[in-house]
């Protein structure tokens, strides 16, 4: 996921918390922007629920990114407890 990395450090300026992000997404999409839940229709990497609260586009990395800061911090008040949510349920 390479070419990601960019797009990645333009949404999550914090730098300790890119242990956190890689560990959802790497579980969420496999860091593929384009994954979708056939069942729910999660979208994007961080497996947006619904696709249509991303704003933009939810399969853009950027924006999917952008959305995904805002709720890990608005729901579990960081990276870090959006990351030990995930541990302990399996989603967030």
């Given at each position: ?56 586009n ?35």
């Amino acid at each position: 996921h390479y070419p990601l990395r960019r797009q990645r450090q333009m949404c999550i300026r914090d730098r300790s918390d890119w242990g956190y992000v890689d560990y959802i997404v790497s579980r969420e999409s496999g860091w593929n922007p384009n994954a979708t839940n056939k069942s729910s229709g999660a979208c994007g990497l961080v497996q947006a629920l619904p696709c249509s609260k991303v704003p933009g586009n939810g399969y853009d990395p950027v924006d999917n990114l952008r959305w995904a800061t805002g709720y890990a911090t608005g729901r579990y008040g960081s990276w870090a407890g959006a990351h030990a949510f995930w541990t302990n349920n399996h989603w967030w």
